[in-house]
């Protein structure tokens, strides 16, 4: 079955199951949909073909719950299902598997949901899109400004001090390309609970040993979850090696990303 076949086959299923989307990880082609397309791109499938049914199937669906973390993030599905086309199957996956791997409502005491979301999808396009041809890592500390104060510094003069609060909202697409500039700086973004960049350039003073994370992950990772651990914060790293998206809380990493997998409409 060729794939513009495979999708419109899907298609018509999501139409009669009442599906939110079509999610294709094939290349992009024209069909008659009702609902929306979505395509995975940069996700090499060849492998498929060398594996039984069985194996085929648990891939697909290791796939689909990856790409069901953005569809989530992205387009904020936070339940119903989703009809997923692969080169050698067709699965209709539950979109509360995604809700329960990343829970935004998890994090409501501490960061509201609209500024969780600006902020993951923020580090997803950085680990994708890097800055000037290269990969770069970075992190974002949400809480409250003046206690994080306490646990920090500058390490360079605050770009962010004294502009409008319009400037500074991460929830506005058009204020992100200053963040992506900032990323290159050495030190983390403070944010405040309402998703206003209160500084960038700063370095936590925090001591790493109050966590215990896995072997690997450098210093600002340690540092955004240590800092977690010692205030009401939640903590969101790139990792400019692999492109991993990590989200810590109580001193804890709650939430792994994948960046590799990317999803257009």
């Known amino acids: 079955m060729n794939e513009q076949l495979l999708v419109q086959t899907g298609a018509d299923l999501a139409e009669e199951i009442g599906a939110r989307a079509v ?21 090499q499938l060849d492998i498929l073909k060398d594996l039984s049914m069985c194996e085929i199937l648990s891939v697909c669906e290791h796939h689909m719950l990856d790409a069901a973390v953005q569809v989530y993030l992205k387009d904020r599905f936070e339940d119903g299902t989703v009809v997923a086309v692969f080169p050698y199957a067709i699965l209709v996956f539950d979109l509360e598997k995604a809700k329960n791997f990343v829970n935004i409502k998890e994090y409501e005491d501490i960061v509201p949901r609209d500024v969780m979301y ?18 770069i890592g970075t992190a974002f500390v949400i809480g409250d400004p003046t206690k994080i104060a306490r646990h920090s510094h500058q390490a360079i003069l605050n770009p962010y001090a004294g502009h ?23 030190g983390v973004f403070v944010l405040d609970t309402e998703g206003t960049l209160q500084s960038a350039g ?43 998206v990590r989200v810590f809380r109580d001193g804890v990493c709650t939430i792994t990303i994948r960046s590799d997998i990317r999803i257009t409409s």
Not at 206 to 231: C, E, F, Q, S, Y
Request: net charge negative; charged share 20%; proline share 6%.
């Open 202 to 244: 700063t370095y936590l003073d925090v001591n790493a040993k109050v966590v215990d994370l896995p072997p690997g992950l450098g210093g600002r990772h340690l540092a955004t979850a240590a800092i977690t651990a010692v205030m009401p914060a939640v903590g969101v790293t790139v990792s400019e090696s692999g492109g991993l």
């Open 164 to 186: 409008d609060p319009a400037y500074r909202d991460v929830t506005n697409r058009e204020n992100w390309e200053s963040v992506k500039e900032f990323a290159q700086i050495d």
């Open 118 to 135: 600006a902020v993951l999808n923020l580090a997803l396009e950085i680990a994708v899109e890097g800055r000037e041809g290269r990969a």
């Open 23 to 43: 999610v294709a990880f094939t290349r992009p082609c024209t069909c008659q949909a009702k609902v929306p397309l979505i395509w995975v791109q940069d996700l």
